[in-house]
């Protein structure tokens, strides 16, 4: 994963990759600047992007206006694409608490000392130029110019089209803020048409980006995870499992599993599969399916899940790889740890899963034997969240293996480098 | 940078990518066992392993004469290629010393509490499948083996056709190790033939590699840079400077400059180019020259150190983007750290610098202004190596900005995962 040298890299014939090319290097010069920039400078940025966000208050809601006459959809993605006074505060209060946060650079991760006397630390750095490809919601943006920010990395935003005016109008007060700070205002840049090539392009990284961060539905980030050139931070689904072990308090089951259900369908941490014990589900499934169906829940039940409710729907076998993302529940009765893991393993998306259990060793069992960005003991799967693990603000949740897992923060966003001093050691 | 599905696999015509689906689904197998192996279990395969590899002392030395027989090539690459006796013994104990070092894994590497009392730690996990591909040098395959299924990782190797009956002869040391711990042999597997397509397999991941790890020569490192669909830990050349300061101690500079550029001149952390101050380079420069030329060294200088020492060959524009690995060394005298600075950005591979100075300021100036993994303080830049950091062995060196930097050991071939213990939390 080196950075290609410049020197190596043709004049490129379309708009997106010469846009790439130019916004590019200034990105790279402006990562060099923000790594070197004291926190009260970054931190002003984003109080004065902040400020900036509701001055412009009239243009911005302006500019979404204009992008919303000229989106012909519908239904969620219409409502993601909408801004208002009040989504418009939070966007601006999200940057004012990024700045509240502490400085994620120059951390001392680890420090030793060697026989020889060198001394060795490693220390906290960005990345350096991240690209955000992210679908039609304006806040996306603007919390990922903050993230980036603060952490010192230049971003590269790639917005959906539907946006893109408000992208700009949003960028145009992020600018603001930067020229306060006196950081350069390549440190957060925008792709400037809606044409598909720039995500092209971006997915290539023409040597200047160094992590690309997709955010959005599944096929986006599908094809991003496959297109990419350059390291890829995203989860693609989060097909999150509650398994219900034999020891489970039965009230704690309730709340947990409805809990985890149905307090927002619609995210990656909600339960989308129940496991159950066979020991404990002739007892307790009816109670657990009786609360979410009170709460509208639908479900897809395997056969021994409706050997003991046989008015449930019977599961296709494709359920139990669907990511509902709706008040829908696949069900499933299991004989004990063993196949809970090995039905997770099959179905999983590496992301989220919880076991309710009062038995330690049961819960332990389970929590290493999933190969999962986040094991939860007795808790609900919603807690997946940045916010709730204390990060701050999230840019996204990665189910990869390499570098971050999990929510996606600040800390996150950082690299890391070796410094060693010594006294004049030459190597033997 | 989530894990394919298998069931969106299909069926794979050509034999490399049939190897790959196969023993990749071995491989993720094994990984799942080692991953809840106990460190004994790791470390008897281990021990197991190099007394293999020292009982079957005179099969592999065969097996390495016949690739011998058969390879054409002389000089340096028919040296990496031979094995003897004590190179074979380094080998055995070099995986004894992994067995001694202590279990990457399971390591709680933060731990902290919310206010709704959720306990969050975050915990060491293996990669899971990495591959490593690597030129024919023997005892990189068999490094590269102990220090994966030390880290609870599958590893599926893809050396060089020229040493393919080395490789296998090892591999089979290796397998009666795991047997012997009763570990899964899948755990390290070699791909079956020499061809080139198994290179290319392994480059698209097919959904069973987590991490790919080239080692060997900068077009090898750049094929797979350029081509691989899944992450790359790498780096594709080491060119290192060394800046001597005006504030340098000038007894200091000759001795490290001397072993940065000369201990070992072929290994990526050698010096390629020395930088030094205009304000002391009038009387140090001559003295550094004429250490390293009583070395054997040649040079390639610029018109400021041509002023000084006029008999010195002058160097072309690309030398200072030439990684020598030979007794030859870019020479450049500059106006101050600044300048020392920008030639970096411009020249270097993000490997490791240093500077040589009294002046902390200075030093650490330099230190925060570069960009790459390993920044040292009067030091030779020949110790960017794990076992100089402490690491134990290495599997390679990285240079990339996402997960490991610098030296990969143990600790760098692991993830983490999130485990979280509540009490019933439900999201609010």
């Given at each position: 994963m080196d950075q290609s040298t410049d020197g190596q890299r043709e004049a490129p014939a379309d708009p997106a990759s010469a846009w790439l090319a130019t916004a590019g290097a200034a990105a790279r010069e402006a990562a060099r600047a923000?790594?070197?920039?004291?926190?009260?400078?970054?931190?002003?940025a984003l109080m004065a992007g902040a400020a900036a966000l509701r001055t412009a208050e009239a243009e911005i809601l302006a500019a979404n206006e204009a992008d919303l006459a000229a989106c012909s959809a519908t239904g969620a993605f219409r409502d993601r694409l909408r801004l208002d006074p009040a989504r418009l505060a939070a966007m601006a209060a999200g940057l004012a608490e990024i700045a509240a946060q502490p400085d994620p650079l120059g951390r001392v991760l680890a420090e030793w000392e060697r026989p020889n006397g060198l001394r060795f630390r490693r220390i906290a750095t960005p990345i350096g130029v991240i690209g955000m490809i992210y679908e039609s919601r304006p806040n996306v943006g603007a919390d990922a110019a903050g993230l980036c920010l603060k952490s010192g990395n230049a971003v590269m935003l790639r917005g959906g089209s539907e946006g893109l005016r408000s992208a700009r109008a949003i960028q145009a007060a992020i600018e603001e803020g930067l020229?306060?700070?006196?950081?350069?205002?390549a440190a957060v840049q925008i792709a400037p048409e809606a044409d598909r090539a720039y995500v092209g392009a971006m997915l290539e990284g023409g040597g200047v980006i160094d992590l690309i961060i997709p955010r959005g539905g599944k096929s986006l980030v599908e094809r991003v995870q496959r297109e990419a050139r350059v390291p890829v931070l995203a989860h693609a689904e989060?097909?999150?499992?509650?398994?219900?072990?034999a020891s489970a308090d039965p009230a704690m089951a309730r709340s947990v599993v409805a809990n985890a259900k149905m307090r927002r369908p619609g995210v990656c941490g909600a339960t989308e599969t129940l496991l159950i014990d066979a020991a404990i589900a002739p007892s307790l499934l009816p109670l657990i399916i009786a609360d979410l169906a009170a709460l509208g829940c639908e479900f897809r039940a395997d056969p021994r899940a409706r050997a003991i409710l046989p008015e449930l729907p019977?599961?296709?076998?494709?359920d139990f790889d669907t990511e509902w993302l709706a008040p829908v529940l696949s069900v499933k009765v299991v004989d004990?740890?063993?196949e809970a893991l090995a039905h997770i393993a099959r179905h999983g998306s590496?992301?989220?899963?919880?076991?309710?259990?009062?038995?330690?060793?049961?819960?332990?069992?389970?929590?290493?034997g999933i190969d999962s960005a986040v094991g939860l003991w007795n808790a609900s799967t919603?807690?997946?969240?940045?916010g709730e693990f204390g990060f701050g603000a999230e840019i996204g949740i990665a189910t990869g293996r390499i570098h971050a897992r999990g929510p996606v923060g600040l800390e996150q966003l950082t690299s890391f480098r070796y410094v060693v001093e010594g006294s004049g050691q030459i190597r033997p």
């Open positions: 923000l790594a070197m920039s004291p926190l009260a400078a970054r931190n002003t020229r306060a700070a006196g950081l350069p205002v989060g097909l999150c499992h509650t398994y219900v072990h019977a599961a296709a076998p494709a004990g740890i063993a590496s992301h989220t899963e919880a076991i309710i259990a009062e038995d330690r060793a049961a819960a332990e069992a389970f929590l290493a919603q807690f997946c969240d940045g």
